[in-house]
């Protein structure tokens, strides 16, 4: 069930990373782990969708820190 939690970005929201990608640098940050971050990246496809990424598990950090 906690694999499942995350349920993917609004529909649209790809279509408009994308959009804005020629003219910004598009970044995520997020509280997150490894189990999230390989749905984000496999099933949604978020993470191709975006220049960088900064996710808690990997630096160490969490929001708001």
Known sequence: M???WPIGPYPG????????????RTALFSNTNALHERRMRD?????DA????????RIGLA???
């Open 43 to 47: 099933e949604m496809e978020l993470l």
């Open 50 to 57: 975006l220049d960088t990424i900064f996710l808690s598990h």
């Open 63 to 65: 929001k708001p820190a």
């Open 2 to 4: 906690f694999t499942a």
């Open 13 to 24: 929201t790809l279509d408009w990373l994308e959009d804005l990608r020629p003219r910004f």
